[in-house]
């Protein structure tokens, strides 16, 4: 399969814990996003990676939140000190260069719960 | 900022039918990107459609099909001859032409969803 994944599936953690989630991007793709999507809502971006550099940040993103692309091909978004509002599906999804097409390719998501 | 509206939170549809879902957006932009996703039960989400805001046709892909009516900012997606597998959210999404400061670097901006049911 050479679609866009994402691991762990699933994620339970209590309150004050840090979390960390992966995504492996489609190999030729160098564009890469993270979303959240919340219960009953539409996904929100979060952070957009060209290579290796992070080029946007919402302001969804707080300083507990970071990501990384350390050499332009999978990414990692870590939340340090978890709280319950962080529950939510986290989203990656990849692109090629513009050449390739504006189509965004989603993974099947990471689902946190924060106890 | 761009908003995306979908006033439908659920709709039902029998099967072989056609069902219209609705979407308007808000935005002062000329040159943007209009996409249907669809988004089944505990799987990832695909691309339904795509409509570019340039083009006066309306985009079509097999079943499903759009109307785009870009002065009143309405993007409506049509599925004819319904069938169980359509069953999903669907999610109508904006993306704004361009990179950097002045752009959007191409990142989507969703509405709320509406949960299409097709019922046998």
């Given amino acids: ?115 | 900022a761009q908003t995306v509206t979908q006033s439908q939170p659920e709709m039902s549809v029998q099967e072989a039918e056609t069902v219209t879902l609705s979407c308007t957006y808000d935005t002062s932009e000329n040159n943007y990107y209009l996409f249907w996703y669809k988004q089944p039960p505990s799987r990832q989400m695909i691309l339904v459609i795509r409509q570019e805001a340039y083009k006066q046709q309306n985009a079509t892909e097999n079943r499903f099909s759009v109307n785009f009516q870009k002065a009143a900012k309405s993007f409506s997606l049509k599925i004819s001859d319904s069938q169980l597998g359509d069953t999903a959210m669907y999610f109508c999404a904006f993306m704004k032409h361009g990179v950097g400061s002045g752009g959007s670097n191409y990142k989507l901006t969703f509405g709320k969803g509406t949960l299409l049911t097709v019922n046998p």
Wanted: hydrophobic share 30%; aromatic share 10%.
């Fill in chain 1, 1 to 115: 399969d050479t679609g866009v994944s994402q691991n762990p599936r699933h994620k339970i953690t209590k309150r004050g814990q840090n979390v960390t989630f992966r995504c492996d991007p489609i190999s030729e793709h160098n564009r890469l996003y993270w979303y959240r999507q919340t219960l009953g809502q539409g996904p929100e971006f979060l952070t957009y990676f060209q290579n290796e550099a992070q080029l946007e940040k919402s302001r969804l993103l707080s300083d507990r939140f970071s990501a990384e692309r350390p050499k332009g091909s999978f990414s990692t978004l870590e939340i340090q000190r978890t709280e319950q509002g962080d529950s939510a599906m986290y989203l990656c999804a990849s692109r090629p260069g513009l050449a390739g097409g504006v189509e965004q390719f989603f993974g099947p998501g990471t689902r946190l719960t924060v106890l």
